[in-house]
């Protein structure tokens, strides 16, 4: 009797030492080394390189009135907004986006853009405000010009207001050479006022943030909450997956740009270059980090674009892309190709090397997972961060220096069409 119930006793003991930890894997050191290099999460805000208003709150607030404003496209028939829709964590849920015409590639999540160091699937910006720059010009999406945006500011008071309210009246920090008045000004002014606000937009913290933040701390009891399966699909990741070679760090992507064997056709004949023409096109352009509009607060942010260079093998190289909130951005790749996190994960398990060009990627092999191992890795992919609660809408009652000074002059502002993008789901 006395034996059994010491019996007990130790089994009782030992259950309740291992209770906490049931929930856990028995995560080696270096595996908790690579989980751990993944946050923490948020990172520091995000710095929008050489821009002389990043992160101050006057230029956000305007950004943000600009992100939603039509008449920045020539015809009126476009903002930001329509490609990248707050309600779908900045995304638009299409294969490859639609401006005036179809355009070759699927819109990234702006969240946590501002973090990375190329912009564009193929790298071709290297600050968030000479993005948006691209975006006013290109034929295919606003399709406006320098010339076109400076008459329209100069036409609408508010808008103007609102500039002087993120730059002030003179040439605060821009160190451009040219005339306060030129048409390449507004434009500049415009974009990086846009930049500072999207620069603000961070996705918020995830399941998988909980979960590396307790088993950093040694708190078993909190990271047992997360699920067994995402667990053991996270060790898949940093582990015989080989992903966290190139998603790395709190970002979950290295910043880099790779070939994983996504065929690079945009149609029949013809072929999107990817990276070597993101890098030929950054080099060309005279609003990148060397040109004269950055105002740059060290002159070591320009290293990169002063030495990239491209080579043969960046042909079809496309940016690794970060994976927070990933549920939330389908489809996927550059080109939209895959439906769902499901068609990904196949991708990776059968994976075609033929396709990958020959100096490629040496990392990747067919992984041949368990349909019991992909259903866990999915679960990790998910545990990433799902939908994304839009920020608020504009609000109709901010104080507003601008509105009060047009009220005065009798001019009013034409109202945002914020809220029904907010509420609708874009055709796939
Ligand atoms: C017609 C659809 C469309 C519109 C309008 C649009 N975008 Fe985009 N955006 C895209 C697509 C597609 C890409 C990928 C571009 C590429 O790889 O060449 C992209 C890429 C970006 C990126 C890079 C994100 C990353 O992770 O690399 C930023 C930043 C961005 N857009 C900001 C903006 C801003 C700011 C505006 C408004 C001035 C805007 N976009 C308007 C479709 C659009
Ligand atoms: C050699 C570097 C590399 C490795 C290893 C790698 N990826 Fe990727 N991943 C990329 C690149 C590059 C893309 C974009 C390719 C494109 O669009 O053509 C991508 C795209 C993705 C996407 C789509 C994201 C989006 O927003 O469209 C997911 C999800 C993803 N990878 C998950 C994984 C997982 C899971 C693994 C491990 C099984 C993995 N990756 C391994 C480089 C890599």
């Known amino acids: 009797m006395i034996w059994r119930r010491a019996l007990v006793a130790v089994a009782l003991l030992a259950s309740a030492a ?15 080394a690579l989980i751990a290099s993944h946050g923490p999460w948020p990172l520091p805000p995000a710095h929008d390189a050489g821009n002389p208003v990043a992160g101050q709150p006057a230029a956000i607030a305007v950004g943000k009135r600009l992100f939603f404003e039509r008449r920045l496209s020539a015809d009126g028939s476009m903002s930001c907004a329509s490609c990248h829709v707050p309600a779908l964590a900045f995304a638009d849920g299409r294969k490859r986006s639609k401006g005036r015409e179809i355009l070759d590639r699927n819109a990234p999540s702006l969240l946590n853009a501002g973090h990375q160091r190329w912009l564009g699937w193929d790298g071709a910006a290297d600050s968030l405000w000479s993005q948006a720059i691209r975006v006013m010009l ?61 620069a603000s937009l ?28 995402a667990q053991r699909g996270l060790r898949i990741f940093i582990g015989k997956g080989r992903c966290q070679l190139c998603h790395s760090g709190a970002m979950f992507t290295n910043g880099e740009f790779a070939d994983i064997g996504v065929p690079f056709f945009v149609r029949p004949g013809v072929v999107d270059p990817g990276r070597h023409g993101g890098i030929a096109a ?57 439906a769902t996190l499901e068609d990904v994960v196949r991708h990776y398990d059968r994976i075609d090397l033929e396709r990958l060009h020959a100096d490629g990627e040496r990392i990747l092999v067919p992984l041949q997972l368990t349909p019991a191992e992909r259903a866990d890795l999915l679960a990790f992919l998910r545990s990433l961060g799902g939908p994304v609660a839009a920020p608020p809408p504009l609000s109709a009652g901010r104080p507003d220096p601008c509105r009060r000074a047009n009220a005065a002059a009798g001019i009013s502002r034409p109202s945002r069409p914020e809220s029904p993008l907010l509420s609708r789901r874009p055709a796939p």
Request: glycine share 8%; net charge negative; charged share 20%.
């Open 202 to 229: 961070q996705s918020p913290r995830t399941p998988f943030d909980a979960f590396r933040d307790a088993l950093d701390a040694g708190d078993a009891a909190a990271a047992a909450r997360y699920p067994l399966a």
């Open 282 to 338: 950054l080099k060309g352009s005279r609003y990148n980090l060397l040109g004269p509009w950055a105002t740059l607060l060290d002159p070591a942010e320009a290293t990169k674009t002063r030495h990239v260079a491209a080579e043969p093998r960046h042909f079809g190289e496309f940016k690794v892309p970060g994976l927070r909130h990933v549920a939330a951005t389908a489809p996927y790749m550059h080109d939209g190709s895959l």
């Open 138 to 198: 290109d034929r295919r999406e606003f399709a406006n010009s320098a010339g076109g945006l400076h008459a329209l500011v100069q036409g609408d008071a508010a808008l103007a207001c609102d500039l002087r309210q993120a730059f002030g009246d003179t040439s605060q920090g821009t160190k451009s050479p040219e005339d306060p008045e030129s048409p390449d000004r507004t434009l500049v002014q415009l974009a990086q006022a846009i930049g500072a606000y999207v």
């Open 18 to 32: 291992l209770a906490p930890a049931a929930g856990v894997l028995d995560f080696s050191a270096a595996e908790r």
